[in-house]
């Protein structure tokens, strides 16, 4: 099957400071890529959709200045969290899909606690 | 009330039991996935449909377009099937899943 990779899984940053996390399509060209939020004992939240080539598309409530995306190829979707604050912690997960009614596939997440 | 409801939220049972979790959707859709999430984190997606039936191993997924109903099945269960499995489905353009709350599986030996 396809893989998606992300990197890294585990940062610990201090607030203030901005951290980027990156989502890979290894095997295959993924015109979109979806960032969600995954709280403790909660299901996941659509953050943004990111096309290649375009703005990414966020959802109602998130701060696009604070959560900047850019999917600059087929295979490379990044995640900056700029001026970190502790309520950002969070597990972060991206997925990729090569067209539209495609499948989607998850990357293994990235773990991003703020002191 | 959320568009996407599973039942049961919680699921114990005994290794080797055949295991059913629900899935409801309230909105037109053009497919549902079955994903699993293990306690680190990651996500496998499982199925993705859009009618009938579809089976992979131990793993069965069913849906009925009419009914607005899938349904997860596991048989003879076994321990590493322990995980958070979740329903979602994709909604007009775009793409965008709309996710279940989760049903958390703990299979005992």
């Known amino acids: 099957g396809a893989v998606v990779s992300q990197h890294p899984s585990r940062v610990i940053c201090k607030s203030g400071t901005s951290v980027k996390i990156e989502c890979r399509s290894l095997?295959?060209?993924?015109?979109?890529m979806f960032w969600y939020r995954q709280f403790p004992k909660q299901s996941l939240m659509l953050m943004a959709t990111s096309n290649e080539g375009s703005k990414a598309t966020y959802e109602q409530g998130v701060e696009k200045d604070k959560f900047l995306i850019n999917h600059a190829s087929l295979t490379l979707s990044t995640l900056t969290v700029t001026s970190a604050h502790p309520e950002d912690s969070s597990f972060y997960i991206c997925s990729a899909t090569s067209g539209q009614g495609v499948e989607q596939y998850f990357g293994p997440g990235t773990r991003l606690t703020v002191t | 009330k959320n568009e996407v409801e599973q039942s049961p939220q919680n699921l114990t049972a005994q290794e080797g039991e055949f295991i059913t979790i629900n899935c409801s959707y309230s909105?037109?859709?053009?497919?549902l996935h079955w994903l699993q999430q293990h306690p680190g984190g990651g996500i496998v997606s499982l199925f993705m449909l859009s009618s009938g039936k579809k089976k992979h191993g131990r793993l069965i997924a069913t849906i009925n377009i009419q009914e607005k109903h899938s349904s997860l099945h596991i048989t003879a269960s076994h321990p590493r099937d322990s995980a958070v499995y979740i329903c979602a489905v994709i909604t007009g353009y775009g793409n965008k899943l709309v996710f279940g709350a989760g049903t958390i599986l703990r299979v005992k030996s």
């Open positions: 909105v037109g859709i053009s497919a």
């Open positions: 095997d295959f060209q993924a015109t979109t």
